[in-house]
């Protein structure tokens, strides 16, 4: 799934998409790779575009709150040649935001190059840029994920502890994203997992507590001409299931790949093809930042089944600066149809076209 | 309205008094003449009364309220001199870096008298010392008798219950000093303030209502 | 106090001002020009070093703290980089790689940036690609010049540029500027993986600037690294660096300020001797008002009223004129005040509220006290006989200057001079010598407090022999009026001691400096490069046969920080020869040798007391990233580095690992071959860019900045003479003044106007005379102060004492000349009232 690689693309601009056709020869994502633990849940340098991503939400007195946390990692194809430690081949960027009841969406960033205040691991997950970091740590009923972020309005140091098996997307986490079959990342989830912790408010420490949605996914091939941007939604089932559904859309709106995949409680995966997931436009919520509407409450269709998102607050479109300003709205949704629960719905490309 | 009773003035490191248990006193409107000769001490006793020199044993009683200037302090018996004497001195002492008007402003600048006055007061005063129009002169173009008549001015702008002068004529020609002196008696009368002068001359002492003498022995 | 009386004062202070116009305007020019040096002084050193910080800040940014080595030639491990990056209290860490770099014959800085974390704190340095470049931004290679570089290379935007330093070259193409890089800053920016590459250092970067998480308390957080660090690293707040900045010229900066502050209690003794004559001509007009019931509080107020009404218009003239001054000066002369601590650009004036009132308050505070005796006085006066015959010079109190003992006198003046002696051997208090300046105080009072006995002794011989009565009339008036020849005379006394000290000291460090000179610059040539190594070509060149020099010594030049709040130390590495150091540098004292396997250093003088370091000792150097210990061969003076420098042998430093880079030559040439030799070296400084000098030019130089440095003082110094001059004429005429009466009775006795100006201007040069010998003593102690203990205890210089006396006495000679032609115009003043008048306006 290459979604965010769209992301990455203003993110970087101009310093990457602007480069000479870079000398570096990447990895491709091939159907042949068998994926092995927890090796592969550290970063592959080798590969263009790499992301490990958060989204949860957390059950406090006031309501339903969200949080989000994504590291990339960007291999641009420059100063590839040089001999210094810390030439500026790998790059890393983070985001954070958290949604809660009745409040402003919290949001903010980080940037770094590896061995420069920022950091990854080949051997496990295991990013940092400066104090914020994703790692993973032990096996078994020990195995957790811990993650730290502390910015100046809010932070959090939450412990994810995993319910259910690693969940390979695609054939074997082999995950094709268009028509073509070069056109497929590697791509990992890790539904329902523990979330136990604490958040920090304007200086105020509290305990938090919930269920999150992990995401690793690697590629290194663009996506194919005429995408404008994404709807993807990841959610983690009041029955203990897991949904995730995206489609690629083109400027008119159109849906140019789409792909879903179902696991319910006893651990039986469904996949979806093209043709059985649609997603459909119920309601639009215009952002007053820069006009975008983002469809926030969407109807979408996998197969037999027929679910519609209701976003828990409408205002929770991000809007990132560094290195280049990018908008998309990635907020905390609830599910209600024939399948219900809560999870994270992504929106790109509504903010303008995000052209490479 | 002045009352000096048992008064005695020594000099620091002197021997002799200047003068010992002195007594007398002035009524409301009376004028008195002090007599006696060079340095028998009537301005040293005139000092004292006004507060400037300590006399050393006695009570000098001033003013409607009769105050002991004696057992007043250095600012209190400033203020009382502010609201409650007037001075006219043998070498007139008019500012020479005021005008004559700013002269006469200077008692009821210090006695606090509401500034809305001055000027009605000051002209009025000065017409009848016979100084009309004068006010915003300098006192460097005037006469003798003119300075004198402005001190006079100034002596009663403030309307005070007891004059003191020292030998107001002693600096003017015979002439002068025959008007001057008639002008002060006559606008002292006219205020019905009380004064006390000190003179040599037995004609301004004649136009008093009483002479004091003083000699070494004391009043008499 | 209420309304009329207000206006009872006003017409008061009015009247005053018109018939003393001469006398009010000096005292109020006099206070002016205090003021006016003051804070002139004070806004071109506030206006450089805000210049200098805001310079700072636009490279440095406002990092709460810094991680950086204590060796201008060590480097920060990325290691510990990427350590303090992960520290939950960090929010930011950003990497710099600085250094210099010869492009062409041009010296300039390169600063290798991380745009991620540079981006935050330092937006001035960001820089903007070229549009005509097409390419991957700054990741990629290329430059990135600011735009005074631009200009002064010559260059646009797209160009190729070769950046060398030693070995090291870079050759690239300018790929954009630096929009915010403020207009005079010649600058090169590039990615800091680009710089390593090039120019290293290899794994490591030249410092770290950090900015901590919200709520993080620095001096805590701080303490919580102070063991984990490596050595010869340091971490401190950045708070220091500012400190650190000011710190470099403060005790400069305190220097002329306590001298501004002369002029100022200058032109407080002329309100002083204003306001007495003021008082004592007005003492029958206060007595008056006494009479007419002004209380004894209002003429004491009145007076300091009056000495306001001096002080407020001559501050706030004082005020506009130090602005105007500080702004012509910086736009003539740039930001420097003759230290060489801050040089090029023209720095803002930006006068601020505050300072401004405090100089403001200053003028005032020098009136009110110039004006406090006089008012007192006046409060004291006893009515009655004021009255009658005018002014009391004593007041009536029973005590009695003149029957005290002259005893306790003595003893009283004994006691100030132990004290000042004591405090002269007091040690600096935060840096300046504090006590050195109250000792100087305590010197002038001494002076003036011994003025009236020398007085006394000196006329009172005078007096008993026959004189002609003129002479006479003078002597008896000097011992006769002893408090109007005191105020004449401490005016001369305190500017006459003032000028005669700063004479001796300049002329001290002048001799101190030139034979200095003569044993730091043994070779007949100097090459010298800035910050960056001397050309290898060049140094290959000089090791070839047909090279026209007998010899040739090397030397480099780095920086040591052993305190964080202090600027740095020189680390000079010298090819030097251990055994006989003293053939190079000019010990103070003995050169020990070091004992066997110890690396011998020589420490100059500043080291040695910042430091508190003795010869003989062991000390640990922060050297090359790890702490080296070393021992104290000997001590060295040196009049160039403030901040204290340390020589090593090239040997030694070698042997330590240290990449010996040479940045200055020494050269002889051949017997007999100087002119080839000179014409060499300009051709290959000339081809390399780097300076060569003759060690006369530099001597010429250096004296030439010494001189330059101490213009300031000079102006100082006469405004305090003229100052001092301008007291004797006023207080001469007051003096005279309030003997008109008795003037006018001698020449109704028969004395013609030639006779009594004679007796006059007679007694103005007896006073002056006494002053200026009063005054010449204090000072020469005052001059001994400054040179063995101020200079020493602010700036870390010694020096021999040297009187000059050349210049003392054609100057004490010339004052006198100038006191008796001021009591000339005094004596003409009071003469010039026809006797009569005077008799008859005095009753």
Redesign the interface.
């Known amino acids: 799934m290459r979604r965010r690689s769209f992301l990455l693309a203003p993110l970087l601009l101009p310093a990457f998409t602007a480069a000479k056709q870079p000398a570096v020869r990447y990895a491709a994502a091939s159907r042949a790779t068998r994926l092995a633990f927890p090796r592969d849940h550290g970063a592959h340098p080798d590969f263009r575009t790499e992301w490990w991503y958060v989204t949860g939400a957390l059950d406090t007195a006031q309501g339903d709150a969200g949080f989000q946390l994504t590291f990339f990692r960007s291999r641009p194809g420059l100063a590839e040649d040089l001999a210094s430690p810390i030439a500026a081949s790998q790059i890393l960027f983070a985001h954070a935001a958290l949604t809660l009841p009745g409040k402003p969406l919290l949001h903010a960033e980080r940037a770094g190059r590896a061995n420069l205040g920022a950091g990854f691991s080949s051997a496990d997950c295991d990013v940092h840029i400066g104090a914020w970091s994703m790692r993973r740590s032990g096996t078994g009923a020990a195995e957790q994920f811990r993650l730290k972020v502390a910015d100046a309005a809010f932070g959090f140091d939450l412990q994810l502890a995993p319910t259910q098996p690693l969940l390979l997307q695609g054939e074997n986490g082999w995950s094709q994203k268009g028509p073509r079959p070069e056109l497929a990342s590697h791509y990992v989830s890790w539904p329902q997992l523990q979330v136990a912790g604490n958040l920090t408010l304007d200086g105020r420490r509290q305990p938090a507590a919930g269920r999150a949605w992990f995401d690793h996914e690697w590629s290194s091939e663009v996506l194919a001409a005429g995408g404008v941007g994404w709807d993807w939604i990841g959610v983690n089932l009041d029955d203990g299931g897991a949904l995730m559904a995206f489609r690629i859309r083109d400027a008119a709106g159109a849906t140019l790949y789409a792909h879903a995949a179902l696991r319910d409680a006893a651990g039986r995966l469904t996949q979806f093809g093209a043709g059985e997931v649609s997603f459909t436009p119920v309601r639009h919520w215009p952002s007053p930042r820069n006009g975008a509407r983002y469809p926030v409450q969407m109807a979408i269709r996998c197969g037999p089944h027929t679910i519609e998102t209701m976003p828990v607050q409408d205002a929770q479109e991000i809007s990132a600066h560094r290195p280049l300003p990018v908008s998309y709205w990635e907020g905390l949704v609830k599910i209600r149809g024939t399948l219900s629960g809560r999870g994270y719905l992504e929106l790109t490309g509504y903010a303008g076209a995000l052209k490479l | 309205m002045l009352s000096v009773a048992n008064l005695t003035k020594r000099h620091p490191g002197s021997a002799r008094p200047v003068f010992s248990a002195l007594g007398f006193s002035i009524a409301a409107g009376e004028i008195v003449a002090l007599a006696g000769e060079s340095g028998v001490g009537k301005s040293t006793l005139l000092n004292c009364i006004a507060g400037l020199e300590l006399a050393n044993t006695g009570a000098i009683l001033v003013g409607p309220q009769a105050q002991d200037i004696v057992r007043l302090d250095e600012a209190a018996r400033a203020a009382l001199r502010a609201t409650t004497i007037g001075f006219v001195f043998q070498a007139f002492h008019v500012l020479p870096t005021l005008t004559v008007a700013q002269n006469v402003a200077v008692p009821l600048l210090l006695g606090g008298v509401a500034a809305g006055e001055h000027a009605a007061r000051i002209e009025a005063l000065l017409g009848r010392v016979g100084l009309p129009g004068f006010g915003p002169r300098w006192p460097g173009t005037l006469s003798g008798g003119e300075l004198q008549r402005v001190a006079i001015a100034r002596a009663l702008v403030h309307r005070p219950s007891l004059i003191l002068a020292d030998e107001p004529t002693g600096n003017l020609d015979p002439r002068t000093a025959d008007e001057i002196l008639v002008l002060l008696l006559e606008r002292v009368r006219e205020e019905g303030a009380s004064a006390l002068i000190v003179t040599h001359s037995q004609h301004v002492a004649q136009n008093c209502d009483r002479i004091l003498t003083l000699t070494p022995d004391g009043l008499q | 106090m209420?309304?009329?009386?207000w206006?009872?004062s006003w017409?008061?202070i009015r009247?005053?001002f018109?018939?003393r116009r001469t006398a009010t305007a000096l005292s109020m020019l006099a206070i002016a020009l205090g003021v006016a040096l003051g804070y002139a002084i004070h806004l071109i050193n506030d206006a450089a070093l805000a210049d200098f910080s805001q310079a700072m800040k636009s490279v440095q940014g406002e990092p709460d703290a810094l991680v950086a080595p204590q060796d201008s030639a060590g480097r920060v491990p990325?290691a510990l980089?990427?350590q303090l990056?992960?520290?939950?209290a960090?929010?930011?860490?950003v990497?710099v790689i600085e250094t210099r770099v010869r492009i062409g014959e041009l010296t300039v800085r390169l600063i290798g940036l991380?745009?991620?974390?540079a981006?935050l704190l330092m937006p001035d340095l960001l820089p903007r690609?070229g549009e005509s470049i097409?390419?991957?931004?700054?990741?990629?290679d290329g430059m990135y010049a600011s735009p005074a570089l631009l200009a002064r290379l010559q260059t646009k935007i797209g160009a190729g540029v070769t950046a060398m330093r030693g070995d090291a070259r870079w050759s690239t193409h300018i790929a954009g500027d630096l929009p915010a890089a403020r207009p005079d800053d010649l600058l090169l920016v590039a990615?800091?993986?680009?710089v390593?590459?090039h120019f290293g250092p290899a794994?490591a970067v030249s410092e770290g600037r950090i900015r901590l998480?919200?709520?993080t308390k620095l001096t805590a957080w701080l303490n919580t690294w102070a063991g984990k660090l490596p050595p010869g690293i340091t971490l401190r707040a950045a708070a220091d660096n500012q400190a650190r900045l000011s710190n470099i010229s403060r005790a400069y900066r305190v220097n002329l300020n306590v001298l501004a502050l002369v002029a100022l209690l200058t032109g407080g003794f002329l309100v002083f001797a204003t306001q007495l004559t003021a008082v004592a001509q007005r003492s029958?007009?206060f007595a008056?008002?006494?009479?007419?019931?002004?209380?004894?509080?209002m003429r004491l107020m009145q007076v300091l009223f009056e000495g306001l009404a001096i002080g407020v218009p001559g501050a706030v003239i004082g005020l506009a004129l130090g602005w105007a001054m500080a702004a012509a000066f910086t736009r003539l002369l740039g930001g420097d005040l003759g230290g060489g601590f801050f040089s090029g650009g023209t720095p803002a004036i930006v006068p601020e509220l505050l300072p401004a009132l405090g100089f403001f308050a200053l003028g005032c505070a020098a009136s009110l006290a110039g004006a406090l005796y006089p008012a007192w006085l006046n409060r004291v006066q006893p009515?009655?006989q004021a009255?009658k015959t005018g002014f009391a010079q004593r007041p009536p109190s029973g005590r009695d200057d003149a029957l005290r003992p002259r005893a306790g006198k003595a003893i009283a003046l004994a006691l100030v001079a132990g004290a000042a002696l004591a405090l002269t051997r007091l040690p600096a208090l935060f840096d300046l010598p504090l006590a050195g300046y109250g000792a100087i105080a305590l010197v002038l009072v001494l002076g003036i407090a011994v003025a009236p006995l020398v007085t006394q002794m000196a006329f009172g011989a005078f007096a008993r022999r026959e004189l002609p009565a003129a002479q006479r009339i003078a002597v008896q008036n000097v011992m006769q009026a002893p408090l109007m020849a005191q105020v004449a005379a401490s005016g001369l006394i305190v500017s006459f001691a003032l000028t005669v000290s700063m004479v001796t000291m300049v002329a001290s460090f002048r001799v101190a400096l030139d034979q200095w000179l003569d044993v730091v610059l043994p070779a007949p040539y100097y090459v010298r490069s800035k910050g960056v190594p001397l050309p290898p070509q060049l140094l290959a060149a000089l090791e070839r046969p047909d090279a026209p020099f007998a010899r040739v010594e090397r030397m480099a030049a780095g920086a040591l920080n052993l305190d964080p709040r202090r600027p740095t130390v020189a680390v000079l590495v010298r090819e030097l020869d251990p055994a006989n150091p003293g053939a190079r540098l000019p010990f103070t004292g003995e050169i020990l040798a070091a004992p066997a396997g110890a690396i011998p250093v020589w420490i100059s003088e500043p080291m040695q007391e910042l430091y508190r370091l003795k010869p003989g000792q062991t000390l640990r150097l922060p050297l090359l990233g790890r702490e080296v210990e070393v021992f104290v061969g000997g001590v060295w003076r040196d009049y160039a580095r403030q901040f204290g420098a340390v020589v090593i042998g090239a040997t030694d430093y070698r042997a330590l690992g240290g990449k010996f880079e040479a940045t200055e030559l020494a050269l002889w040439p051949h017997q007999g071959g100087e002119a080839a030799a000179r014409d060499w070296l300009a051709r290959e400084a000339s081809r390399y860019g780097i300076e060569m000098a003759e060690a006369g030019e530099i001597r010429a130089l250096s004296l030439d900045i010494f001189d330059k440095s101490f213009a300031v003082t000079y102006a100082l110094e006469a405004a305090a003479m003229l100052i001092g001059l301008f007291g004797l004429a006023v207080t001469l005429a007051a003096s005279v003044w309030l003997r008109a009466r008795e003037l006018a009775t001698l020449s109704a006795l028969g004395f013609n106007r030639a006779m009594l100006t004679r007796a006059v201007m007679l007694e103005g040069a007896l006073i002056a005379a006494i002053g200026l010998a009063v005054g010449l003593a204090c000072g020469i102690a005052v001059g001994a102060i400054l040179t063995h203990v101020v200079n020493p205890q602010a700036f870390h210089w010694r020096m021999e004492l040297q009187i000059p006396w050349l210049q003392v006495l054609p100057g004490a000679a010339l004052t006198l000349a100038a006191g008796i032609i001021a009591s000339r115009f005094a004596a003409l003043q009071a003469t010039r009232l026809p006797a009569a008048q005077v008799l008859a306006s005095a009753?």
């Open positions: 209420s309304a009329p009386r206006q009872l017409w008061l009247a005053q018109q018939t990325l980089i990427n990056a992960r520290d939950e960090v929010a930011l860490v990497p991380d745009v991620f974390s981006g690609q097409k390419g991957g931004g700054l990741f990629e990615d800091i993986a680009r390593q590459a794994d998480a919200p709520g029958t007009q008056l008002l006494g009479v007419l019931g002004l209380s004894p509080r009515l009655a009255l009753q």
